[in-house]
């Protein structure tokens, strides 16, 4: 499904990522760990189409070449983006943004758009699977929410856009147990032999309640160790100085 | 010009019945007039848009003879639907229609030959020529204890059967105690490169409830300059919005008299440009008794080489303690060739009031852009979508719901 090869990227003559490769097919979920300003939401910006990064290497999404598609065209061929720091989006209302959103990938995907009532009975059975306040979604787009609604608020919008790859980036910080459960609900409910995902995490806990197919340990920019689960586990107990 | 302005205005003293005593009067208007002619930015005021080279470069010479035994047929297409209201029409200056079918007839009083007062007269030479060539000022009283049941809407329609460059307007109104008025601006024009002088005077009796909503949308070659004088007295309340956006350049003067106790006044603007527009808007709020409110939000987004100004003045008296005054201007530039000037003036002489000022401008984000992105939404929709939320608040501020919607829909802000 997806395939990275040779990655590398600069801003501003900052070397960030260096020669990354990955490798996820259909139905695996993958967990990338590393510390601080190892490159994690570099990977995921330039995997979503943030600009704005010097690139080399080669990055293909079921067989496109993803360097010749818009941010957008990216969200239609089904990749889907959790922000670390969703952003708040004063005046714009949270109903209207998912409605739109939804429609738009709807469309580009040949399907029906949903008008207000079948949107509507989506949007709130998906809140309700998520424990997500119903009220806030009359609400401007994540403005006054706290840092655990916005979080929510990324896995709602995943739920209603079903993506074929889904890439959390640090999701799970800032979420208390109960809600990191939720969170963690939603992404095996998309759980299917079709559908991907890339975990970025600092913590093992995370992958308790989502357990990943691989782990990779990012430092400096490369994937310095992949394994199965248990590779978290041992990075949870050396600590990122200690391991190697 | 001098040549030219005089033989206009002898032709229209010749073809008008104004008494010898009017007459006197506007030929001094006019002299006063001549002897500065059009604003240039040498006056502080006029820094951000000179008037004069503006007039030169878009219209060239102007010609001010216009013509009122000319009727004008009322173009029934143009009214606003979907809301009941009553109408009083403009059509290159001179009134065609005024109705207010709506209205408790003894409740509202219309006089059409009401005399300008001298007062106003300081040194503005756009307000002097307007007294010196308007023919008629229609002056609407409400009377004590009236709300309107219906808003009016004043529309200012052009065409281009107008044979001069120049015309001006003028209406007064006077809400007595306790009454209420909602009044609607509507420009719509069909000619081109006028120069278009705007006079109101608004008298505020105690308790009296003013809104004012101006509506410049459709795109239009003209040049406006508008003055309102808003004179208030205790506990009235004036609101004044402004949608700054149709015309080539567009300059909105408020001056607003806060000369009652706990009199209040709200002025909030969107500028929305691009391709060469010029706007201002500049505000001047006299607080000149105790507890006394003012509050003034202007947001503009500017497209390529357009331009808006923001000049906002708070003025509080000695007396005027416990003055509450607040101005916010912010702007989204999108391009680089957009430019937004802001020139908050604080002048104060009381020592116990609250008062505030904040200007901040900036393109549009392109980590918000591109969230939006990331979520399905190409470019375009991304960026209108930043922008409606970005003047939400703005037009949320309207306080008549009715007519909150009906901005809301000329302007296609979604919710
Ligand atoms: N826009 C930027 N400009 C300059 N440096 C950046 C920028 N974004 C990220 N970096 C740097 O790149 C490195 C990786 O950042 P990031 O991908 O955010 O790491 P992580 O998500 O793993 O914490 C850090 O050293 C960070 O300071
Ligand atoms: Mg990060």
Same mark, same amino acid.
């Given at each position: 499904?997806?395939?990275?090869?040779?990655?590398?990227?600069?801003?501003?003559?900052?070397?960030?990522?260096?020669?990354?490769?990955?490798?996820?097919? $259909?139905?695996?979920?993958?967990?990338?760990?590393?510390?601080?300003?190892?490159?994690?939401?570099?990977?995921?910006?330039?995997?979503?189409?943030?600009?704005?990064?010097?690139?080399?290497?080669?990055?293909?999404?079921?067989?496109?070449?993803?360097?010749?598609?818009?941010?957008?065209?990216?969200?239609?061929?089904?990749?889907?983006?959790?922000?670390?720091?969703?952003?708040?989006?004063?005046?714009?209302?949270?109903?209207?943004?998912?409605?739109?959103?939804?429609?738009?990938?709807?469309?580009?995907?040949?399907?029906?758009?949903?008008?207000?009532?079948?949107?509507?009975?989506?949007?709130?059975?998906?809140?309700?699977?998520?424990?997500?306040?119903?009220?806030?979604?009359?609400?401007?787009?994540?403005?006054?929410?706290?840092?655990?609604?916005?979080?929510?608020?990324?896995?709602?919008?995943?739920?209603?856009?079903? $993506?074929?790859?889904?890439?959390?980036?640090?999701?799970?910080?800032?979420?208390?147990?109960?809600?990191?459960?939720?969170?963690?609900?939603?992404?095996?409910?998309?759980?299917?032999?079709?559908?991907?995902?890339?975990?970025?995490?600092?913590?093992?806990?995370?992958?308790?309640?989502?357990? $990943?197919?691989?782990?990779?340990?990012?430092?400096?920019?490369?994937?310095?160790?992949?394994?199965?689960?248990?590779?978290?586990?041992?990075?949870?107990?050396?600590?990122?100085?200690?391991?190697? | 010009?001098?040549?030219?302005?005089?033989?206009?205005?002898?032709?229209?003293?010749?073809?008008?019945?104004?008494?010898?005593?009017? &007459?006197?009067?506007?030929?001094?208007?006019?002299?006063?007039?001549?002897?500065?002619?059009?604003?240039?930015?040498?006056?502080?005021?006029?820094?951000?848009?000179?008037?004069?080279?503006?007039?030169?470069?878009?219209?060239?010479?102007?010609?001010?003879?216009?013509?009122?035994?000319?009727?004008?047929?009322?173009?029934?297409?143009?009214? &606003?639907?979907?809301?009941?209201?009553?109408?009083?029409?403009?059509?290159?200056?001179?009134?065609? *229609?005024?109705?207010?079918?709506?209205?408790?007839?003894?409740?509202?009083?219309?006089?059409?030959?009401?005399?300008?007062?001298?007062?106003?007269?300081?040194?503005?030479?756009?307000?002097?020529?307007?007294?010196?060539?308007?023919?008629?000022?229609?002056?609407?009283? @409400?009377?004590?204890?009236?709300?309107?049941?219906?808003?009016?809407?004043?529309?200012?329609?052009?065409?281009?059967?107008?044979?001069?460059?120049?015309?001006?307007?003028?209406?007064?109104?006077?809400?007595?105690?306790?009454?209420?008025?909602?009044?609607?601006?509507?420009?719509?024009?069909?000619?081109?490169?006028?120069?278009?002088?705007?006079?109101?005077?608004?008298?505020?009796?105690?308790?009296?409830?003013?809104?004012?909503?101006?509506?410049?949308?459709? =795109?239009?070659?003209?040049?406006?300059?508008?003055?309102?004088?808003?004179?208030?007295?205790?506990?009235? @309340?004036?609101?004044?919005? @402004?949608?700054?956006?149709?015309?080539?350049?567009?300059?909105?003067?408020?001056?607003?008299?806060?000369?009652?106790?706990?009199?209040?006044?709200?002025?909030?603007?969107?500028?929305?440009?691009?391709?060469?527009?010029?706007?201002?808007?500049?505000?001047?709020?006299?607080?000149?008794?105790?507890?006394?409110?003012?509050?003034?939000?202007?947001?503009?987004?500017?497209?390529?080489?357009?331009?808006?100004?923001? =000049?906002?003045?708070?003025?509080?008296?000695?007396?005027?303690?416990?003055?509450?005054?607040? =101005?916010?201007?912010?702007?989204?530039?999108?391009?680089?060739?957009?430019?937004?000037?802001?020139?908050?003036?604080?002048?104060?002489?009381?020592?116990? &009031?609250?008062?505030?000022?904040?200007?901040?401008?900036?393109?549009?984000?392109?980590?918000?852009?591109?969230?939006?992105?990331?979520?399905?939404?190409?470019? =375009?929709?991304?960026?209108?979508?930043?922008?409606?939320?970005?003047?939400?608040? @703005?037009?949320?501020?309207?306080?008549?719901?009715?007519? *909150?919607?009906?901005?809301?829909?000329?302007?296609?802000?979604?919710?």
């Amino acid at each position: 499904m997806l395939k990275i090869n040779n990655l590398s990227a600069n801003i501003e003559d900052k070397s960030i990522l260096k020669d990354f490769s990955l490798n996820i097919n $259909p139905g695996e979920v993958h967990a990338i760990m590393g510390p601080n300003g190892s490159g994690k939401s570099t990977l995921s910006n330039i995997l979503s189409g943030k600009k704005g990064y010097e690139i080399s290497g080669e990055v293909l999404f079921e067989n496109n070449n993803l360097f010749e598609l818009e941010t957008e065209e990216r969200a239609h061929k089904g990749i889907f983006l959790a922000f670390q720091y969703p952003l708040e989006i004063p005046g714009v209302n949270t109903n209207i943004f998912l409605k739109t959103s939804l429609n738009a990938i709807r469309k580009a995907k040949g399907e029906k758009e949903l008008d207000a009532i079948e949107f509507l009975k989506l949007v709130k059975e998906k809140a309700r699977e998520l424990k997500f306040d119903e009220e806030k979604l009359n609400r401007q787009l994540n403005v006054g929410f706290s840092g655990g609604e916005k979080k929510k608020n990324e896995i709602l919008q995943m739920s209603m856009l079903s $993506p074929k790859l889904s890439i959390l980036d640090e999701t799970d910080s800032g979420l208390d147990i109960d809600a990191l459960k939720v969170v963690s609900d939603g992404v095996n409910t998309l759980r299917s032999k079709d559908n991907s995902f890339l975990i970025i995490t600092h913590y093992q806990r995370l992958l308790d309640y989502i357990k $990943p197919d691989f782990v990779h340990v990012l430092m400096n920019g490369k994937i310095i160790k992949s394994g199965g689960p248990e590779l978290a586990l041992e990075l949870e107990k050396k600590g990122y100085e200690n391991f190697n | 010009m001098t040549e030219q302005i005089k033989t206009d205005f002898e032709k229209i003293i010749k073809t008008s019945a104004f008494s010898e005593k009017d &007459v006197e009067l506007k030929k001094m208007y006019l002299n006063k007039f001549l002897e500065t002619g059009f604003p240039t930015r040498k006056l502080e005021n006029w820094k951000f848009s000179d008037l004069s080279q503006i007039i030169k470069k878009n219209i060239g010479e102007l010609s001010f003879y216009n013509d009122y035994s000319f009727t004008n047929k009322v173009d029934t297409s143009i009214f &606003v639907e979907g809301i009941e209201h009553n109408k009083i029409v403009f059509i290159n200056g001179k009134v065609e *229609k005024v109705d207010f079918t709506h209205e408790d007839h003894d409740k509202i009083e219309i006089n059409d030959d009401f005399k300008f007062v001298n007062r106003l007269e300081d040194d503005n030479s756009l307000i002097s020529l307007n007294n010196a060539f308007t023919n008629k000022c229609y002056k609407i009283t @409400v009377k004590k204890n009236y709300t309107l049941k219906k808003p009016l809407v004043v529309y200012h329609s052009t065409n281009n059967k107008i044979k001069s460059k120049n015309f001006n307007l003028k209406l007064e109104f006077q809400l007595e105690q306790n009454s209420s008025l909602r009044l609607i601006d509507l420009f719509n024009d069909g000619s081109e490169n006028n120069f278009i002088n705007i006079f109101y005077n608004f008298d505020l009796k105690e308790n009296a409830i003013l809104k004012n909503y101006k509506i410049d949308k459709a =795109q239009n070659k003209n040049i406006r300059y508008s003055y309102n004088n808003i004179e208030q007295d205790n506990n009235s @309340v004036s609101e004044t919005f @402004v949608l700054s956006s149709g015309s080539n350049f567009s300059k909105n003067e408020i001056n607003c008299n806060l000369k009652g106790e706990y009199s209040s006044a709200f002025v909030n603007g969107i500028f929305s440009l691009n391709d060469g527009q010029h706007h201002e808007i500049r505000t001047i709020i006299n607080h000149l008794v105790k507890n006394t409110k003012s509050y003034q939000l202007i947001k503009s987004v500017l497209g390529k080489n357009s331009k808006s100004a923001y =000049q906002g003045k708070i003025f509080v008296d000695s007396k005027a303690q416990k003055t509450d005054g607040y =101005q916010l201007s912010k702007a989204i530039l999108l391009d680089e060739t957009s430019e937004f000037n802001a020139k908050p003036e604080l002048e104060i002489y009381a020592d116990d &009031v609250k008062c505030s000022h904040g200007s901040a401008s900036g393109s549009l984000d392109e980590n918000s852009i591109f969230y939006l992105m990331s979520r399905g939404l190409n470019y =375009q929709q991304s960026k209108e979508l930043l922008i409606n939320g970005f003047l939400l608040d @703005v037009v949320e501020k309207i306080t008549d719901t009715e007519i *909150k919607n009906l901005v809301k829909n000329m302007i296609g802000l979604k919710e």
